[in-house]
């Protein structure tokens, strides 16, 4: 998608701080973090969000969280962590490429909205 900003991260048109790269996705920091480590999961593949996801589409998400759950050391997780991903408007989704928040750093807050 020319026009999305997380495909022309993916693409190398705007710069990020990339902490994780395969064929699959990218782990880059959250421009505007909100705990002391918050990182965003991007598949490389562009669709808007998990409802439009495909079959295809969530086994490869699924191959990229268990990835994830291998760099928890490279990212500063080692004691825990919180995974996001918003649908919506009223979710918060402000970006309309599918990504998962990857929370930690500290203890979190519980509540859920
Ligand atoms: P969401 O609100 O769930 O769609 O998440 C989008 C996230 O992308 C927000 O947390 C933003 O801070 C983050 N974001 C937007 N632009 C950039 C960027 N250029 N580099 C890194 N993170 C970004
Ligand atoms: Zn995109």
């Known amino acids: 998608m020319n026009d999305c900003i997380f495909c022309k991260i ?3 048109e705007i710069p990020s701080q990339k902490f994780y790269e395969d064929e699959d996705m990218i782990i880059i920091a959250d421009i505007a973090p909100q705990a002391p480590k918050h ?3 991007i598949p490389k593949e562009h669709y808007p969000d998990i409802i439009a996801m495909t079959d295809e589409q969530a086994v ?3 191959r990229c969280l268990k990835k994830v ?3 928890v050391d490279r990212l500063g997780l080692e004691d825990g962590f919180r995974l996001v991903s918003n649908k919506g408007a009223v979710a918060g989704q402000t970006v309309g490429h599918l990504h998962v928040h990857i929370l930690g750093g500290a203890t979190l807050n519980t509540t859920m909205a």
Do not use: D, E, F, P
């Open 69 to 71: 759950s291998t760099l």
């Open 39 to 41: 990182y965003l999961m």
């Open 10 to 12: 993916i693409r190398g």
């Open 60 to 62: 490869t998400l699924g």
